[in-house]
T-cell receptor, first 116, second 111 residues
C-alpha cells in the first residue's frame, strides 16, 4: 500500500514552454502532498505543501507564479513549471502523507526535467 | 547551523559488514524520525519510522533515537551490494507533516 506515481518520468522541453507534472496517490487518499526539487548529489529541497481544495503553501524563495500547484482531488496534485528556463532543469519529486501514519511521507519515483 | 546534520560520505564497506549511519539535530521539539533510502534517479523509499526515543528493528535494519543527545542512527546488518544507495534521515517539523531532511549519506557496499 501507499503507492505514489508521477507522470511523466522524464521530459525535455524548449525554453519558454510550460511543463505539467502529475502526482497521484494510487491506493489511498492524500489530503496533503508535497513537491520537492533535487539537484545532483544534493538532498531534497521542499518547494511547497499542497492541500486538497486550498492554495498551496510555498517555501521561501520559491516563485509561486512560476511553479503552479493544483491539488484538485484527494488523489492528484499537479506542478506546472511555467515559462521554463534551463536553470529549472532538475529532478522533481512529489510525496504524500501516509494513509495510516501521517507522520511519514511516501514518495513518487520523480520526474527528470531538462529544459533546452 | 543546519537543523539536521548528516555526513554525506561516501561510506564504503565490504559485503557482509555492518553499515552505521547517523544524524544529529538541533531542535529538541522533533518527535518523529525517519530513514529513507534513495537509489540513483529514483524517489526516496521509507525504510524506518520511529517515534521519540528508543530502538526499532525491522529485518536487517535497526533504527535508534537518543533524544537526550539529539542523535539518531540506522544500522544495516549483513550488508549487500543492493544496499548501495543514499540514505537520508528525516524529521517531522510541523503539524502538516513537513519533513526536514539530512544531506544524505552515500553508501557503497563492495562485493
Amino acid at each position: 500500500g501507499a503507492v505514489v506515481s508521477q507522470h511523466p518520468s522524464r521530459v525535455i522541453c524548449k525554453s519558454g514552454t510550460s511543463v505539467k507534472i502529475e502526482c497521484r496517490s494510487l491506493d489511498f487518499q492524500a489530503t496533503t502532498m508535497f513537491w520537492y526539487r533535487q539537484f545532483p548529489k544534493q538532498s531534497l529541497m521542499l518547494m511547497a505543501t499542497s492541500n486538497e481544495g486550498s492554495k498551496a503553501t510555498y517555501e521561501q524563495g520559491v516563485e509561486k507564479d512560476k511553479f503552479l500547484i493544483n491539488h484538485a482531488s484527494l488523489t492528484l496534485s499537479t506542478l506546472t513549471v511555467t515559462s521554463a528556463h534551463p536553470e529549472d532543469s532538475s529532478f522533481y519529486i512529489c510525496s504524500a502523507r501516509g494513509p495510516r501514519n501521517q507522520e511519514t511521507q511516501y514518495f513518487g519515483p520523480g520526474t527528470r526535467l531538462l529544459v533546452l | 547551523q543546519k537543523e539536521v546534520e548528516q555526513d554525506p560520505g561516501p561510506l564504503s564497506v565490504p559485503e557482509g559488514a555492518i553499515v552505521s549511519l547517523n544524524c544529529t539535530y538541533s531542535n529538541s521539539a522533533f518527535q518523529y524520525f525517519m530513514w529513507y533510502r534513495q537509489y540513483s534517479r529514483k524517489g526516496p523509499e521509507l525504510l524506518m519510522y520511529t517515534y521519540s526515543s528508543g530502538n526499532k528493528e525491522d529485518g536487517r535494519f535497526t533504527a535508534q533515537v537518543d533524544k537526550s543527545s539529539k542523535y539518531i542512527s540506522l544500522f544495516i546488518r549483513d550488508s549487500q551490494p543492493s544496499d548501495s544507495a543514499t540514505y537520508l534521515c528525516a524529521m517531522k517539523t510541523d503539524s502538516w507533516g513537513k519533513l526536514q531532511f539530512g544531506a544524505g549519506t552515500q553508501v557503497v557496499v563492495t562485493p
